[in-house]
């Protein structure tokens, strides 16, 4: 069984920057497409960051248009978990933040129906 646990979230000021953790269980982080996205009450769940499985032609990494340039995703093999780091936080990056696995990782991993596993969600809240 596939577990995703997020940690990291809080309380932060504008500017200031949050990483988000993913750890992985009952599976291997390197051979799923991993995908972070978000959620604020009354909007649809929407995309954040993707990293693709180690494939033959290596590793590709996709981002949102509003955070490319500030947050960006990782993965450490070793430790089995997926990072989001969060530079330059905006009041309106405020949401419930969720991991996400794709086993099978065939796509950029930029749409929720993509993904097999989920985890619970980390709440960022930014204020101004």
């Known amino acids: 069984q596939v577990q995703l646990v997020e940690s990291g979230g809080g309380l932060v000021q504008a500017g200031d920057s949050l990483r988000l953790s993913c750890a992985v269980s009952g599976g291997t982080v390197s051979r799923f497409g991993m995908g972070w996205f978000r959620q604020v009450p009354g909007k649809e769940r929407e995309f954040v960051g993707s990293?693709?499985?180690?494939?033959?032609?290596?590793?590709?990494?996709y981002s949102a248009d509003s955070v490319k340039g500030r947050f960006t995703i990782s993965r450490d093999n070793v430790k089995n978990t997926v990072y989001l780091q969060m530079n330059s936080l905006k009041p309106e990056n405020t949401a419930v933040y969720y991991c996400?696995?794709?086993?099978?990782?065939?796509?950029?991993?930029?749409?929720?129906?993509?993904?097999?596993?989920w985890g619970q969600g980390t709440q960022v809240t930014v204020s101004s």
């Open positions: 990293i693709t499985a180690i494939r033959w032609n290596g590793v590709r990494t």
């Open positions: 996400a696995a794709d086993a099978s990782s065939s796509a950029s991993g930029t749409t929720q129906a993509e993904y097999d596993y």
